[in-house]
């Protein structure tokens, strides 16, 4: 089974047909970075469509057993998130709305401070918000995951505590490994796990040990020395991947409305659009090959599996339900 | 001269008469707590509507020369104001935008962490946020005044510091006087008054010494005494009526959508409410009693004029227009 924990590709027939030759069950797609609700339900319209359009491709999910119908159709299901709680402007009635819609992570924050936590690029973080810690619980109680994937060490590690489920890093590394501001340090990840909660391995190149030109050895070793760590059964695949995308739409993530300045993010002014990715995972074709690297440095079946999409799937079993 | 810097009535034509009895020339009115960019238009429609419909007794305010045009006119000019930035989203575009539409003063944030800085009922402060930094610039250049009365301390000093042109407090008294959560500190009310802006004395009973027992003669002698320390060029009224309001607008004021458990504010179960007004100022036809109160106490006439209107007039014909 592959399911990879995020990407935000600029969607064709051809990303489908690759998601299909690379054979990936199930995938985390990002619906909004800055879009409002209104803005957000023209997204989920938008999948709408391509859904109508290619069906025999790809499918909603809402449940992991979407995954097991995929499987069984050989297509590909995609599951919703949001990388920013911009959907819900700043109305916790629609934390219910949006899972009812099909929305199934919500970080918390992206980059910057939210109504309800604080964001990796300011310069301090005061944790969970008042309306944080409402929301928090309204997202337990109706099944909609935490995502802290841009978010400040202290709000990470508040969340992962007050959260009454699991929640996920879906798409970063250990700050050990490759010390950029959006990866992971050791207190981070150890409340995440340590809760019952998911890190899934990014391959954007910014979170790489030498970027674009990481090898896919280090990548690997470096996914064992994780398990080792935190246990095997937490870690999971999120590439990052955003296939095809202009680099007008990484200055968008990077600005949204919320500046009228540039913001090179984790770029910088002469290379401030997206880097390019590894010559091994250049597109979901390529899923394989972390396959192969993976039990190339001495993993097992079981483990290679459970890495590469067992230990999703078994998150998405149980975190996507209302509580009760 | 009388200017009111605060107000938020259940608005009606009785009201704008009392206006006009009291010889209020201007007031400050809060036309958005909760609402977003489009709720707000639909509050600037109402306003418009009142007036068209009550010409002889209103007029739209957005220069200081509109309130020389409404005493020769004897009307009262109504300035616009929003008590949180949810009128601008994430969007700073939107800054511009308000103040074409005829906004003039704009809080940071109110009582909860916004996206621009942090308000006094959060745990902790962690002061301008990075879209603060952009927003406060872009209200400096448009001219919409920082308003920081339900801010948290740093955030104030910081806004304070880093606006370019004065910032207000438009509706609080000092803390050493009542220590409500609300008052601001000396240090506070430092950093507003040392770099030009102003402090308006609310008359909202939970801001007073005794609470709806509070005598006119405290009320006043604090005001001289504020003076003596601060300046008395840096202070006005900013009485906070919210005149024929059912209480279940203050439980909006303090829950809005941010929450599905009631949060009672400054007031508490048993007394959830609006707190009755003191008995010296029960409506705008009352402003006479604080101008007598404040000469009784020994303030001269020149000092009582300028705090019940002639240091808003200064400020208003300061602050309002494009930075040039």
């Given at each position: 089974?592959?399911?990879?924990?995020l990407?935000y590709?600029?969607?064709?027939?051809?990303?489908?047909?690759?998601?299909?030759?690379?054979?990936?069950?199930?995938?985390?797609?990002t619906?909004?970075y800055h879009?409002?609700?209104?803005?957000?339900?023209?997204?989920?319209?938008?999948?709408?469509?391509?859904?109508?359009?290619?069906?025999?491709?790809?499918?909603?999910?809402?449940?992991?057993?979407?995954?097991?119908?995929?499987?069984?159709?050989?297509?590909?299901?995609?599951?919703?998130?949001?990388q920013n709680?911009?959907?819900?402007?700043?109305?916790?009635?629609?934390?219910?709305?949006?899972?009812?819609?099909?929305?199934?992570?919500?970080q918390?924050t992206y980059n910057n401070q939210s109504?309800?936590?604080t964001g990796c690029y300011e310069a301090?973080?005061?944790?969970?918000?008042?309306?944080?810690?409402?929301?928090?619980?309204?997202?337990?109680?109706?099944?909609?995951?935490?995502?802290?994937s841009h978010s400040a060490?202290?709000?990470?590690?508040?969340?992962?505590?007050?959260?009454?489920?699991?929640?996920?890093?879906?798409h970063a590394?250990?700050?050990?490994?490759a010390p950029a501001l959006r990866n992971?340090?050791?207190?981070?990840?150890?409340?995440?796990?340590?809760?019952?909660?998911?890190?899934?391995?990014s391959?954007y190149p910014h979170h790489l040990?030498?970027k674009s030109?990481?090898?896919?050895?280090?990548?690997?070793?470096?996914?064992?020395?994780?398990?080792?760590?935190?246990?095997?059964?937490?870690?999971?695949?999120?590439?990052d991947?955003c296939?095809?995308q202009p680099d007008s739409i990484v200055e968008w993530m990077r600005v949204g409305r919320w500046s009228k300045e540039i913001d090179y993010g984790e770029g910088s002014a002469s290379n401030a659009g997206f880097p390019?990715?590894?010559?091994?995972?250049?597109?979901?074709?390529?899923?394989?090959?972390?396959?192969?690297?993976?039990?190339?440095?001495?993993?097992?079946?079981?483990?290679?599996?459970?890495?590469?999409?067992?230990?999703?799937?078994?998150?998405?079993?149980?975190?996507?339900?209302?509580?009760?």
């Amino acid at each position: 089974m592959r399911i990879d924990g995020l990407q935000y590709a600029n969607w064709s027939e051809k990303i489908f047909q690759q998601l299909r030759q690379g054979g990936v069950d199930a995938i985390h797609v990002t619906i909004s970075y800055h879009e409002n609700f209104r803005e957000t339900v023209l997204n989920f319209e938008q999948w709408n469509r391509w859904f109508e359009t290619y069906p025999d491709l790809i499918m909603k999910g809402t449940a992991a057993a979407d995954i097991d119908r995929a499987r069984e159709t050989c297509r590909t299901a995609v599951f919703f998130g949001f990388q920013n709680p911009s959907p819900i402007e700043d109305d916790i009635g629609l934390v219910e709305i949006v899972h009812t819609l099909g929305a199934r992570f919500m970080q918390l924050t992206y980059n910057n401070q939210s109504l309800l936590a604080t964001g990796c690029y300011e310069a301090e973080d005061n944790g969970i918000t008042r309306m944080g810690k409402q929301v928090i619980k309204e997202m337990n109680r109706v099944g909609l995951v935490v995502d802290m994937s841009h978010s400040a060490d202290r709000s990470t590690i508040e969340a992962a505590d007050l959260s009454e489920r699991p929640i996920a890093i879906t798409h970063a590394n250990p700050h050990e490994w490759a010390p950029a501001l959006r990866n992971k340090k050791e207190d981070v990840i150890r409340a995440v796990t340590s809760n019952g909660g998911m890190l899934g391995f990014s391959i954007y190149p910014h979170h790489l040990k030498e970027k674009s030109d990481c090898t896919l050895a280090s990548f690997c070793q470096m996914i064992a020395n994780t398990a080792d760590k935190y246990g095997v059964e937490h870690l999971g695949i999120g590439t990052d991947l955003c296939q095809d995308q202009p680099d007008s739409i990484v200055e968008w993530m990077r600005v949204g409305r919320w500046s009228k300045e540039i913001d090179y993010g984790e770029g910088s002014a002469s290379n401030a659009g997206f880097p390019p990715m590894p010559d091994w995972f250049k597109d979901n074709r390529d899923f394989g090959n972390i396959e192969k690297g993976l039990s190339d440095i001495g993993m097992s079946e079981q483990e290679v599996g459970a890495i590469m999409g067992g230990n999703w799937y078994r998150f998405f079993t149980e975190n996507f339900s209302p509580a009760g």
